[in-house]
């Protein structure tokens, strides 16, 4: 199909209708943004999962498995710099109030005006605000020429920002006036217990990362893996952000799959460890079968990266809606366990049992989302084709080209006829022997080119039909997906050939 024509809609409406994905609360009226994987959903999700911590943790003897609480002790936050840090700036349209994350819509020029301003605000603020501090009780020795000129630089600032503000137009009414920017901690706040007061604040997580650094003397010890080693974790993560959307592209509420690999930054370069990860998230991308000419490795300079990185890669993936980032890659240095060290006052390192040196290793930790890859599997999965089913007759089909490895039906399992009562039978005992190795689907509704159709949309590798021969010879047919080509194979191989052809 040509990709071009590829839109979001013809995806979304497809997830809807054979269940891969709902809106959620749909009931009530939906809920802005918060979708329900159904059926096919959740499995095709649960494989992606699998086949993921098969190839990152069980194949592997240098990394380990977590799954820790989605509410940590607030600490935690405070030492990653989360709390302090964890901000998008928020703009509001002063004609119809709509809020929107300026450094989204900014060009390259723009944006790095707008964020050199702003820091430079932020900082002449602070300073400002010191000297006034520093001078209480006694007026008189305000620093009155520091202070007056450090104001007048914060209006120039201001216009400045204002300025590349105002190049943005409102995507709701099209305005191009907008409030000051505001920053916005995107962590979602809730009260442990029954008290709502701030001393029982805490919150869910935004990152499954820092529970592996928190972790990672309990896991060391028990684990007794030697430096390089990572731990490996998939779970849910919440942001409040300020502007969702695309499907499920950016939810509030989403999973991640994150590793943290751990090494000794003088026995290993770090930009080798990099390296090797950025090619394994590679090879794992193409494993489930992404669309590898829409994925492109995205250096991240300096000015947009995280305050721990020394160095991001973002794989950004051509969806419909554009260039956004899809999973990445980066160097977290050993800022965290340092600043867990520093903050809970424990000993963070590592020690070699023979040197008994102790160290605190560097990380590298390549960082998965687990809804936007499901996303582009989906997107790189997705054709449409026409076919003549019969001579002189076209038909257009729509089907989802899965990576066997991950599609959520692996055989389909027909009888040919509904109404005959031998074949149903049949039909039943060979679906009730392959369901227990595979996940298997039975279908009877519909004539068998109504049911291909289905389970091409569905993505579903092998469709196998009883039909009268079968009840005289013990053969089957079985049709492949992306060929559309049927083989007849006898039931007594047909484990074995649809094993093969599912490796
Ligand atoms: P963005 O710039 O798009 O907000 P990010 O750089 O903040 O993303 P990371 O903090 O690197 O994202 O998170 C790691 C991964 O988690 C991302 O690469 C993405 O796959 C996923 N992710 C992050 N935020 C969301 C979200 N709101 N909804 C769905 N997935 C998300």
Redesign the pocket.
């Known amino acids: 199909m040509d990709k071009a024509k590829m839109t979001m809609e013809k995806v979304v409406s497809l997830a809807k209708r054979r269940g891969f994905v709902f809106p959620g609360s749909d009931i009530y009226g939906g809920l802005a943004n918060s979708w329900d994987y159904g059926p096919y959903g959740a499995q095709l999700k649960k494989n992606i999962k699998d086949h993921w911590w098969k190839t990152f943790v069980e194949s592997r003897d240098d990394m380990v498995g977590l799954d820790a609480a989605i509410i940590m002790n607030p600490k935690v936050w405070e030492a990653s710099g989360h709390i302090s840090g964890f901000n ?1 700036f928020l703009v509001e349209c002063k004609e119809c109030h709509e809020r929107v994350r300026p450094d989204q819509h900014l060009d390259a020029v723009n944006q790095n005006s707008f964020m050199l301003s702003f820091s430079e605000m932020t900082f002449k603020r602070m300073e400002v605000e010191k000297l006034k501090r520093e001078a209480t009780g006694d007026p008189s020795s305000v620093n009155e020429a520091t202070v007056s000129r450090y104001e007048k630089d914060i209006q120039l600032l201001g216009a400045k920002i204002l300025g590349a503000l105002r190049t943005i137009r409102c995507p709701h009414c099209g305005k191009q006036e907008w409030s000051h920017p505001t920053l916005f901690n995107l962590m979602f706040k809730t009260f442990i217990g029954p008290a709502e007061d701030t001393a029982n604040i805490a919150y869910l997580r ?2 499954t990362a820092q529970a592996m650094f928190v972790d990672f003397p309990l896991i060391a010890g028990v684990s007794r893996k030697r430096l390089p080693f990572g731990v490996a974790q998939i779970g849910k ?1 919440f ?1 409040n ?1 300020i502007t ?1 959307g695309n499907f ?9 799959m ?1 590793i943290e690999y751990f090494f000794d930054s003088k026995k290993s370069e770090w930009n080798d460890v990099f390296g090797y990860w950025q090619g394994e998230m590679e090879s794992w991308m193409r494993s489930v079968g992404m669309d590898m000419d829409r994925v492109h490795p995205t250096e991240i300079p300096e000015t947009d990266r ?1 305050h721990y990185s020394t160095r ?1 890669v ?2 950004e993936f051509d969806y419909p809606f554009g260039r ?5 890659l ?1 160097c977290r240095t050993d800022y965290d366990l340092s600043r867990h060290e520093k903050f809970s006052g424990r000993d963070m390192t590592w020690q070699d049992p023979e040197t008994k040196e102790k160290i605190t290793p560097f990380v590298v930790e390549p ?7 499901l996303l582009a599997i989906l997107l790189s999965a997705y054709d449409e084709e026409v076919i003549s089913s019969e001579p002189g007759k076209e038909e257009a089909r729509t089907v989802l080209r899965f990576a066997k490895a991950i599609a959520p039906v692996k055989v389909a399992v027909f009888p040919l006829l509904k109404n005959k009562p031998e074949l149903v039978a049949k039909a039943r005992e060979v679906f009730d022997i392959l369901k227990k190795d595979v996940v298997c689907e039975f279908d009877d509704n519909g004539n068998v080119g109504k049911r291909y159709r289905r389970q091409d949309e569905i993505g579903t590798p092998y469709c196998v039909t009883i039909d009268f021969q079968t009840l005289d010879d013990g053969t089957v047919t079985v049709r492949d997906r992306d060929t559309m080509k049927q083989t007849r194979v006898s039931l007594a191989d047909l484990g074995e050939y649809l094993w093969e052809h599912l490796q």
Do not use: N, S
């Open positions: 998008d935004p990152e993560a942001r952000e969702p499920i592209f950016r939810t509030r509420e989403f999973e991640q994150e995280a991001t973002d794989f956004k980032e899809l999973f990445g980066a960082t998965f989302g687990v809804d936007r890859g």
